[in-house]
C-alpha cells in the first residue's frame, strides 16, 4: 500500500485529491492546523477513527510555518509521495496579508523540500504551482511563458516553483510543478469568486440574499473543474522522471460572463442584483488567464472532463441544495449569516 502525505487536505483540492488516493488503495496522512472551529468539513466523510482497522487517512497537527514538525513527520511516516497543497491561497488577501503569505505559500515549501533532504527519504513530491505566476503576461500561457507575477501570493508562488527546480537539480529529489489555472467546485471556499456568485445567486433565488457585490468584472480566467486536476497531480508523480505541467481547459471566460450564465440559469436578471464595489478589486490585477496543456496531454495523457456550462451546473445543483437547507431553518426561526468578503 502506497502512502501519500498531504498538506492542505482540508482545502479544496485536498478534499478531492484524499478521495481519489483513497479510491487507488493509498493510506493517507493529512497535515491539519488546529483551529477553535471546525475546518475538516471537506473530509469528514472520508475520515474513520484511527481505532477502525479499516482507517486509512491520519490526520495529523502541524503548520507549514514550523520546519522541526514537518521533518519529524516526514520521518515518521516515510511518505512515497508528498503533495503540497497547503498555502494561504487568497490572491486578495495576500495583499492584506503579504508577510504570511510569503511564510506559508512560499518558504512552507522550502521547509519541506528541506525536511525531505535531511530525513534522507525516498519521496516524490507535488508542488501546487499556479498561473497567477503568468500574472501580466499575454494569453495562451505555457511552460515557456516567462513568469510576471502580480501580487504577494504571486510572488511566493514563483518563489515555490524556483525553489523546487532547485532541488531537483541539486539534490536529484523527485520534485514536480503542476502549474494549475483556475479550478472550481461546489467545495470552492464561498471568498472566490466562482462559489460567491453560485452561491449568491443561488440565494437570491429563494429570497435569502438581495444583492450580491463584486470587484472587476472584465477579468478572464481558465476555469475547470477541481476533480479533473487532481488526477493531474496524480499523473506527474507517475512519471519516470519530475517535471513542470500546465493544467488547463484552454478557454477563457470573464466574470461577467461567469455571472450572466449563473444568474440566466436560474431566470434572474443579473444586472437588478448585481452591484460593483471597489474593496474587491486588487492593488495589481491579473487581466487575461487562458492556459496551453497541450504538454500534459502529450506526455500525461491528461485532459479535462468537465466543461465550463457543466461546471456551472454543478456548482449551482450544489448550491441550490445547501440554500433550500438554509430556507427550512430560517423558516424555523434560526438566524443565519450573511457576510461577503474578498
Ligand atoms: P484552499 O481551499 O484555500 O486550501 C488551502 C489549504 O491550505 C487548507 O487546507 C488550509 O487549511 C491549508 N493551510 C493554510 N495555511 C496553512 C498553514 N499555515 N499550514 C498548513 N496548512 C495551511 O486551496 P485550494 O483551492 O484547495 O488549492 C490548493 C493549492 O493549490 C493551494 O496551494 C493553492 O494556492 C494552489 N492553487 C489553487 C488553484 C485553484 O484554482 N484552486 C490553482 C492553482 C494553484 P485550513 O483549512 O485550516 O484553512
Ligand atoms: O478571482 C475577480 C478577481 O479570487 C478571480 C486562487 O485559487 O486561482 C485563484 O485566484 C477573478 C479575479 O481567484 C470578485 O479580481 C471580481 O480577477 O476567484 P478569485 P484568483 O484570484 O484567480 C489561482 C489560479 C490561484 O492559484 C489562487 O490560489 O475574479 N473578482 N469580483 C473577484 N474575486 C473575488 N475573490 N471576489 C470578488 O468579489
Redesign the pocket.
Known sequence: MKKAFITGITGQDGSYLSEFLLSKDYEIHGLIRRSSTFNTDRIDHLYKDAHDPNARMFLHYGDLSVSGQLTDLLYDIKPDEIYNLG?Q????VSFDMPEYTGDITGLGTLRLLEAIRKTGIKTRFYQAS???MFGAAPPPQSESTPFQPQSP?AAA?VYSYYIVCNYREAYKIFASNGI???HESPRRGE????R?ITRAATRIKLGLQDKL?????E?K?DWGFAGDYVEAMWMMLQQDRPDDYVIATGETHS?KEFVRRVFEKLDLDWQKYVAV?PR???PT??DV?LGDAGKALNELGWKPRVGFDELIDIMIAADMEAAKKEKTLVEAGYSISDH?S?
Open positions: 498555502a491561497s487568497h490572491v486578495r499556479s498561473s497567477e501570493y508562488k494549475l489555472f483556475n471568498t472566490f469568486v466562482t460567491k457585490f463584486l470587484g472587476n468584472l477579468a480566467r466574470v464595489d474587491y478589486f486588487r490585477e491579473v488567464l461577503q474578498a
